[in-house]
């Protein structure tokens, strides 16, 4: 386990939890499996996320601090809406990579809300299957930072518009040759 997510406590539950549920061998898990009581105190920072196609990753499950952060609960919206559009290809590049390769990311992002434009967040994506198999959808542990309090930062305007990065995070399958970091 990479260093940043043994350090980080929301990281290294949603890594633990996410790895309890690999058997026999598996590179990746279903999706059954996964029970989101399991990650206790992480679970208010934790996203689901489900590929429809290339272009669409739709939310299915929003923890609670992410979408007191966003002041909405977007279950069904377009994860790639909330980046500028010329990041979008560079994630679902990484998206891919999750699903049809077998990794994991590390993804770092500058944030704009409404009432506060100088916050950052990190997020640990890792790869699970849908039941029986069928699908692809992600796990996020998500951890944000700001200047101030997060009380009231007025929705969401847009993410990584000023700085996007994403580390592969090798789960068993080696790391696709993608670059860290979109072209601008």
Same mark, same amino acid.
């Given at each position: 386990? #990479?260093?940043? #997510?043994?350090?980080?406590? #929301?990281?290294?539950? +949603?890594?633990?939890? =996410?790895?309890?549920? @690999?058997?026999? /061998?598996?590179?990746?898990?279903? @999706?059954?499996?996964?029970?989101?009581?399991?990650?206790?105190?992480?679970?208010?920072? +934790?996203?689901? +996320?489900?590929?429809?196609? @290339?272009?669409?990753?739709?939310?299915?499950?929003?923890?609670?601090?992410?979408?007191a952060r966003q002041q909405?609960?977007?279950?069904?919206?377009?994860?790639?809406?909330?980046f500028v559009p010329e990041? @979008?290809?560079?994630?679902?590049? =990484?998206?891919?990579?999750?699903?049809?390769?077998?990794? /994991?990311?590390?993804?770092?992002?500058?944030?704009?809300?409404?009432?506060?434009?100088? !916050?950052?967040?990190?997020?640990?994506?890792?790869?699970?299957?849908?039941?029986?198999?069928? /699908?692809?959808?992600?796990?996020?542990?998500?951890?944000? =930072?700001?200047?101030?309090?997060a009380d009231d930062l007025?929705?969401?305007?847009?993410?990584?518009?000023?700085?996007?990065?994403?580390?592969?995070?090798? #789960?068993?399958?080696?790391?696709?040759?993608?670059?860290?970091?979109?072209? !601008?």
């Amino acid at each position: 386990m #990479i260093r940043c #997510i043994q350090d980080n406590p #929301i990281f290294r539950t +949603v890594y633990e939890v =996410w790895d309890s549920l @690999r058997v026999d /061998g598996e590179l990746v898990p279903t @999706r059954d499996k996964f029970n989101p009581m399991a990650l206790g105190a992480a679970l208010p920072n +934790v996203v689901l +996320v489900e590929r429809v196609d @290339r272009a669409r990753y739709e939310y299915r499950v929003m923890g609670t601090a992410v979408a007191a952060r966003q002041q909405e609960n977007p279950v069904g919206f377009n994860m790639l809406e909330y980046f500028v559009p010329e990041v @979008r290809e560079f994630l679902a590049g =990484w998206f891919e990579a999750m699903s049809f390769y077998g990794c /994991g990311t590390l993804t770092s992002m500058d944030l704009v809300y409404n009432n506060d434009p100088k !916050r950052a967040a990190q997020a640990l994506g890792l790869p699970l299957l849908g039941r029986g198999g069928l /699908g692809h959808y992600y796990l996020f542990g998500n951890y944000a =930072w700001g200047d101030g309090p997060a009380d009231d930062l007025g929705g969401l305007v847009s993410a990584g518009a000023n700085d996007l990065g994403c580390i592969g995070v090798d #789960i068993g399958a080696g790391l696709p040759n993608l670059p860290n970091q979109p072209t !601008r």
